[in-house]
């Protein structure tokens, strides 16, 4: 490769200084074999004058000139703004202290007169592969600094020995502190204990070749106010040696989030725990109503099994007067600690009528007042009422938006269904006559069955409901004192042992 194709056309500018017109025709003619581009001058004012005009990359200069010699030049070039600009002084003095004295004047270099081709050209080219290495790091320097000004985190370089070189706008408006302030002091000042400790960790890891997790510091702020930071700390080489490179990241606003939401979840637990309570009370009030009659008699079996906490189904049981047992199963709109209270007021009105010893269309016309009383329009309750007569060996039912009840044989087989034949609950006003109960004769060893639709419409893995026929099937041919916890189980397993999506009630009596 030649040596003019290392530098390429037009990318160094040398101003050669020189009062004799041989000297700069000569000095011309080399640097434009070595690709080039030169400026002339006569003497130190005019090569002055020049650079302040042109801004040359290089300067070649003569001692010996008119006007004003090189030397002179030289040093006006080092105390104005050509302070950086290689200079590479030409003299046909050549002793040492003529070459001393060029240097002491601020030349980076100095040749002596009559020129040889060879080490002059090898001189430029090591001229320019300096000055172009300068540029690179100038260039990477100020790459490097427009990236820091732009950052929004807070930037620090430092040194082995913990002193600040460098630091940013951003991190000079984070803490409040100017730039010349900072620079020099020592960064473990900068932080609040144990910042300086954390500080000293990473340092340390960073040495070691550990993994560097981000680590939460705090320093002081304006007026004193405690900045918390997320800390990134790196190394990078530099001619002096290793220095850290810390990006400081404000993290106030992800603390004040942080707090919020630490204070919105207390205030959530201390919600929830005294929701917790009231729903604890709640539960042991219905339980207390609903479960005080007659459901623990001999010959009558029950399940609840509620899709949510609170069951919207209830079941009652109690013996009138007249030994006449009243079985009642409701099923209120919805789910959950609505539906429950939506029932409640037939709970009270079932055991205070069973105590009259009423007929069961009386029965049936009384609860459906008090609730149409007390339910709001849109809200009413399926209902299935049983009355069991044994001395007269009848069974009475009233069905109104219910599944069908079931008259059960000795071996779970279904002798009758009972389908519904009334409105719900609530809905429109009921006389006693209007409220017809089926009526037919039973047997001991028969049993009577009432259930919610929960239990029809549980939903297996396939999809299929479980239906009438999974009832049947669930009853037939099994134990009569173990009928209800076959079907339960039965159902459990159509269901995968899943939870019910609705509330599951089951009623069964003995007649």
């Given amino acids: 490769m030649s040596a003019s194709n ?25 640097l434009s074999r070595l690709g080039f581009e030169v400026l002339l001058a006569e003497n130190g004012e005019q090569a002055l004058e020049t650079f302040a005009r042109e ?68 001189k430029m080219r090591t001229v320019y592969r300096a000055l172009s290495l300068q540029r690179q790091r ?37 803490l409040g502190q100017s730039e010349a302030t ?26 070691s070749g550990e993994q560097q997790p981000a680590r939460e510091v705090a320093a002081l702020g304006v007026d004193g106010q ?67 009659g007659g459901l623990q008699e001999a010959g009558i079996a029950y399940r609840v099994l509620p899709a949510q906490r609170f069951s ?20 209120a709109t919805g789910h959950g600690l609505g539906a429950a209270v939506s029932v409640l007021p037939a709970v009270a009105e079932f055991y205070r009528a069973v105590a009259t010893s009423p007929a069961p269309g009386e029965l049936v016309a009384s609860l459906n007042n008090v609730l149409q009383e007390s339910l709001p329009i849109g809200r009413f309750v399926a209902a299935a009422l049983v009355c069991v007569d044994s001395a007269a060996g009848r069974v009475h039912v009233w069905v109104g938006g219910t599944p ?15 389908a519904s034949s009334a409105l719900p609950l609530g809905i429109d006003t009921l006389t006693p006559e209007a409220a017809a109960c089926a009526s ?43 009928r209800l916890a076959q079907l339960e189980r039965e159902v459990a397993r159509h269901c995968g042992n899943a939870a019910p999506h609705d509330d599951v009630s089951l009623l069964l009596i003995n007649a």
Wanted: aromatic content about 4%; charged content about 25%.
């Fill in 182 to 207: 900072m620079i020099g002091a020592p960064v473990f000042g900068l932080f609040v204990p144990p910042g300086d400790r954390e500080l000293l960790r990473a340092i340390e890891q960073c040495q």
């Fill in 138 to 174: 100038d260039a990477a320097a100020e790459e490097v600094r427009a990236i820091s000004l732009a950052m929004s985190d807070g930037l620090v370089v430092f040194d082995a020995g913990g002193r600040m070189r460098t630091v940013n706008p951003a991190l000079c408006a984070m």
């Fill in 440 to 482: 037919s004769p039973v047997t001991p060893g028969e049993q009577v069955l009432i259930f919610s639709d929960g239990l029809l419409e549980a939903v297996g893995d396939g999809g299929a409901q479980f239906g009438y026929a999974g009832v049947e099937a669930a009853l037939r041919d099994g134990v009569a004192d173990d």
């Fill in 312 to 331: 919207g189904d209830i079941v009652l049981a109690q013996r009138a007067p007249d030994g006449r047992l009243f079985a009642l199963l409701a099923d």
């Fill in 404 to 418: 069908d009840v079931l008259r059960l044989g000795p071996t779970g087989e279904v002798l009758e269904r009972y």
């Fill in 226 to 292: 405690v900045v918390p930071l997320e800390l990134a700390l790196s190394t990078m080489s530099a001619a002096h040696g290793t220095m850290y490179l810390a990006v400081l990241r404000n993290i106030s606003e992800r603390k004040r989030a942080e707090r919020e939401l630490a204070a919105y979840t207390l205030e959530l637990k201390h919600y929830h725990d005294e929701a917790e309570r009231e729903n604890e009370l709640a539960l042991e009030i219905l339980e207390r109503q609903i479960r005080r």
């Fill in 55 to 122: 801004r040359p990359d290089i300067i070649l200069m003569d001692v010996m000139m008119p006007i004003m010699d090189g030397l002179e030049a030289t040093r006006r070039l080092r105390a104005g703004d050509g302070a950086s600009v290689p200079i590479v002084m030409l003299s046909a003095l050549g002793s040492e202290g003529d070459v001393v004295g060029g240097l002491d004047a601020g030349a980076d270099d100095y040749l002596v007169k009559p020129l040889s081709y060879q080490i002059f050209a090898a």
């Fill in 6 to 30: 290392e530098i390429p056309a037009g990318a160094c500018r040398v101003l050669v200084a020189d009062d004799t017109a041989a000297n700069r025709t000569l000095v011309r003619a080399y």
